[in-house]
């Protein structure tokens, strides 16, 4: 059986790469099914709206508080977020998030598949108008 290497990372104060809904993304560990990220959305901020083609996402917030508006087929609903808040955000769901505090929201999120790239999100309709 063919051994996987342990990855090993601590958050970068800075952005590695900023995400096609506009928040900030500080890559974090990954393996073969999953990747793990931090998104940071400054304090008065709304995300652009989007859908993921293939990956699937489990978010839990750190710090900050907001709000995500979620749409998958005949569901659709606002919550809060705040720190302890964990969501899911199912492949094909469109979503959009907004940091309502005056700190930046902090969220950790798991994406399965691992994230393959910038194409994985298109622009959908969304809740607010983005300003990220």
Sequence with gaps: MPSIAFDTKRANLDADVIAPDGSEVRVL?????????????????????VAHRTVEEIWYVIAGEGRIWRQHEDREEIVVLAPG??????????????????????????????????????????????TA
């Design 29 to 49: 560990a990954a393996l073969p099914r999953g990747s793990m990220a931090l998104f940071r959305l400054a304090p008065g901020a709304v995300a652009k709206p």
């Design 85 to 130: 808040v964990s969501i899911t955000i199912p492949a094909g769901a469109r979503f959009q998030f907004r940091c309502d505090g005056a700190a930046p929201l902090d969220i950790v999120g798991v994406t399965m598949p691992p994230w393959p790239g910038m194409d994985e999100a298109y622009a959908v309709e969304g809740a607010w108008k983005a």
